[in-house]
């Protein structure tokens, strides 16, 4: 009787361990399993080892998402706290830090963004800012579209407002007016040709006579500033060569310094300066 | 059902703590609290809620977990009731489980009410009820699950303290799993990564509950993971409760 | 007549202290309690009495040794569905009322709705707290708890009841209530097995007895037997006569009024006393012979050992 009564206390702990193991093989198992399953990794979220960003990932347990709005909240607050001289000195880094966090938060790179350029008049922090923002974002257009005007309207950087637009395009949702932005960046920045070729392009895909019409108001000064070009160049070896301007358009293509009396795209004159040597439209080209 | 007397009495007790209601105050607070705090921020004012809603329930689920589920075996070994409960036609293994769901069941209501009030306030802010943020609640119910079954694991054989203080570590473990995924990506192959790649499948990975993140920001959630995330917790929980079966089979009440 | 209870070279050991220092509770307890009888199990403070009743319940693991309850081993949970325990300071929980703890055991037991609120009633009744079934445990006072105690002992109509000093603390009137319950247990069939430190009721009421002394048993048999029917000595009390006419006969407890107690080792010379008084023309008060009883043989043996 004793020996079947501890047998059996032993049998039954037996048949827990085992119990005990095919559980525990089932859970090593399922989380295999589990980390095949590829969940949708913020993406930009270990790349670079940024020891702060980093760091606080870690100390925050699961709650990223919360420590990011916190962190968030408060920078609202010590950035409207004008009293604070040196608060830009680590603006970059202070969002960074919320953008690691919580890289699909999109108010902060845009808010951040903003301080950088208004407040803080520092563009390089809000390029780095934006470049983070469409790294972790690639299907949010606004974060090229602001970096392009930054660059446009702030810097002056043509190329790179242009580089910017271009990236905004390729975005889906991108509103369609960046395309003529980018083509005005090109032109701005003095690739004639191109610019033409990419006006004419939209001038050929404009879904509308409105978009029609500016792109061929565009195409129109294109045109004239490639004209007004040659003939200043023109006119500029004449006068080398003869001590003075030409007195008209006509002379110039006499001379073979022109190779034809340009018009403009509308088909009219310029009007041409003898005194100066440059030619002017008829009209402004935003006015036809 | 025996077991069911067990989660009939346990339900009864944990009810009655105190600390239970604090917790509950803090987390209503903090969930609240999020639509003050939404007014602060600029931008997308319901993320804010979500968030902190979410983790309310989430952080005052495991502490209540964690708080009444050390102290539920302990009570009955330090107050000996348990000499009158075992001298019953009981198996021990029947007292682990009703302990477990007397207390799993406590929880459940809990973060019921807890989410009516997140779900209350989220509706009055957009209007709808997304079934998302149900599915994300789901889970945190899960992971709660778990952590109760391991704060009745080490409330069987140590005091609430201790007991405590390890169902807390197992939680901050659980959550920083990918911590040693990245280790093992850096380690050279030998006997240092193979006891690595064991640890980390053999510690527990909370993160496998944790869709708060895709929730708030509207991201897709992989449909295979609903289930082998389900499956985990449950298999977890059930070697968990293996463990504090055999613990408690091998007791002397002194 | 099967036994109850069988143990057989019981031994336990326990490990206390930081630094694990061994004590052997139990060196190895042989003793059977047969069906149908009152057992007492007595033994002075920590030679352990309660280490026996829970390994008996399966509390503690044993060291060596078996225990059999009605023949089935005690590890399984069977062996305690005919088994009602009252443990030494009732331990229940005290949030819930007597009803609501006695439904709550009655649930353990598997038993059914109509059976359990039937047994309910009867036995608060029996124990005697009918008006107190409404009140929560911990309202009640060291008595009550411990009728409620013995309520929930027998809420499964236990063949075999343990009971672990279920005369302590309770006045006398209540005492006697529970030797009238314990005996009409054994009416009932039932066996009774309990430890006490009152050993008259021990006498009073057992039939078999087993004195436990640091960790072994000592002595183990019928009450009959164990206590002899000698007389040690006679106690006569009488009046109108002075105490020095006893020198030779007995020995003077004490002198009150006219009246001397004395006490008379010699049988045969109580003869000599009565005769002494009839002579002298003094009266008998009273005349009682002391037989030896338990508590003699029980002092006599624990100082032994």
Not at chain 3, 104 to 110: K, Y
């Amino acid at each position: 009787m004793a020996k079947t009564s501890s047998a059996k206390k032993s049998s039954t702990t037996l048949l827990l361990v085992v119990f005990l193991m095919a559980a525990a093989a089932a859970f090593m198992a399922l989380k295999a399993a589990t980390d095949r399953v590829s969940r949708e990794k913020l993406p930009g979220s270990s790349i670079i080892y940024i020891p702060s960003g980093k760091f606080l990932k870690y100390a925050t347990f699961g709650y990223r998402a919360v420590a990011a709005d916190a962190i968030y909240l408060w920078a609202i607050q010590y950035y409207s706290t004008p009293t604070i001289d040196d608060r830009f000195d680590h603006l970059d880094h202070i969002f960074a830090i919320i953008n690691e966090l919580d890289p699909r938060y999109q108010d902060p790179y845009e808010v951040g963004a903003l301080i950088a350029v208004q407040e803080a008049r520092n563009p390089a922090a809000a390029f780095s800012i934006l470049d983070r923002g469409a790294a972790n974002n690639p299907d949010q257009w606004v974060y090229p579209f602001n970096a392009g005007h930054v660059a446009l309207m702030t810097l002056k950087d043509y190329p790179l407002a242009e580089k910017y637009f271009e990236q905004c395009m390729k975005i889906p949702g991108a509103p369609e007016f960046v395309e003529r932005l980018r083509a005005n960046a090109i032109f701005k920045k003095g690739d004639l040709r191109t610019s033409w070729e990419t006006w004419l392009e939209i001038y050929k895909k404009a879904p509308d006579e409105r978009t029609k019409k500016i792109a061929s108001n565009h195409l129109y000064n294109v045109k004239a500033t490639i004209d007004a070009a040659a003939v200043d160049d023109a006119a500029a070896k004449y006068r080398e060569r003869f001590g003075r301007p030409p007195s008209d358009l006509e002379t110039l293509f006499r001379t073979g310094f022109l190779r034809e009396v340009p018009k403009d795209m509308d088909g009219q004159d310029y009007l041409y300066d003898p005194a100066t040597g440059k030619v002017k439209t008829v009209t402004s080209p935003w006015r036809r | 059902m025996k077991i069911g007397a067990i989660a009939g009495i346990t339900f009864k007790e944990a009810k009655r703590d105190r600390i239970l209601y604090l917790l509950f105050f803090f987390a209503a607070l903090g969930i609240g609290g999020a639509r003050v705090l939404a007014i602060l921020t600029v931008g997308d004012r319901v993320k804010i809620i979500k968030d902190v809603g979410l983790a309310s329930i989430s952080l005052f689920g495991v502490l209540m977990a964690i708080l009444i589920g050390t102290g539920l075996v302990y009570k009955e070994i330090d107050k000996k009731t348990i000499f009158t409960l075992l001298s019953k036609p009981l198996h021990r293994a029947e007292f682990i489980l009703g302990k477990f769901l007397g207390l799993v069941l406590t929880l459940f209501v809990m973060t019921l009410f807890m989410s009516l009030i997140f779900l209350a306030i989220v509706f009055a802010h957009t209007l709808k009820i997304e079934g998302t943020l149900l599915v994300a609640v789901g889970y945190i119910f899960l992971e709660l699950v778990l952590v109760t079954a391991v704060a009745i694991l080490f409330s069987s054989f140590s005091t609430p303290i201790l007991s405590s203080l390890f169902a807390l570590a197992f939680y901050l473990i659980g959550h920083l799993s990918w911590g040693l995924e990245l280790i093992l990506k850096k380690m050279a192959p030998g006997a240092g990564k193979t006891l690595v790649r064991f640890l980390y499948t053999v510690l527990p990975d909370l993160e496998n509950f944790n869709f708060r993140t895709e929730v708030v920001h509207g991201l897709p959630i992989p449909p295979g993971i609903y289930l082998s995330s389900f499956l985990y917790g449950v298999c977890y929980t059930a070697f968990i409760l293996g463990l504090a079966v055999l613990v408690f089979r091998r007791r002397d009440f002194i | 007549m099967a036994d109850a209870i069988r143990i057989d070279n019981l031994q336990k050991k326990f490990r206390l202290g930081f630094i694990p220092k061994t004590r052997q509770i139990l060196k190895g307890i042989t003793f059977s309690v047969r069906e149908g009888e009152i057992f007492g199990y007595l033994g002075p403070n920590g030679a352990g009495k309660t280490t026996t009743i829970k390994c008996l319940l399966g509390l503690i693991r044993p060291d060596a040794g078996t225990i059999e309850i009605f023949g089935r081993s005690h590890f399984s949970p069977r062996s305690r569905q005919t088994l009602g325990f009252l443990p030494e300071n009732p331990y229940f929980y005290d949030y819930l009322t007597a009803t609501e703890f006695l439904a709550f055991t009655a649930d353990l037991f598997g038993l059914g709705r109509v059976e359990k609120e039937e047994r309910i009633a009867r036995l608060l009744k029996l124990v005697g707290l009918e008006r107190a079934a409404g009140l929560p445990l911990r309202k009640f006072s060291r008595g009550m708890l411990q009728r409620a105690g013995l309520a929930q002992a027998l809420i499964n109509d236990p063949k075999l009841v343990i009971l672990d000093e279920p005369l302590g603390g309770m006045d006398p009137i209540g005492r006697k209530e529970i030797r009238d319950i314990i005996v009409r247990f054994k009416d009932e069939g039932k066996t009774v097995f309990f430890t006490s430190h009152i050993l008259q009721d021990i006498e009073m009421i057992c039939d078999r007895v087993a004195i436990i002394v640091g960790g072994r048993i000592v002595k183990e048999g019928a009450l009959r037997d164990l206590v002899s029917e000698r007389i040690l000595f006679t106690e006569v009390t009488v009046s109108g006569l002075s105490p020095d006419a006893f020198r030779d006969l007995g020995e003077s407890i004490s002198a009150q009024g006219d009246r001397v107690l004395l006490k008379v080792y010699d049988e045969s010379k109580v003869d000599a006393v009565l005769d002494l008084v009839h002579g002298q023309k003094g009266r008998l008060v009273s005349l009682s012979p002391r037989t030896e009883t338990l508590e003699d043989i029980f002092v006599e043996t624990v100082t032994r050992t």
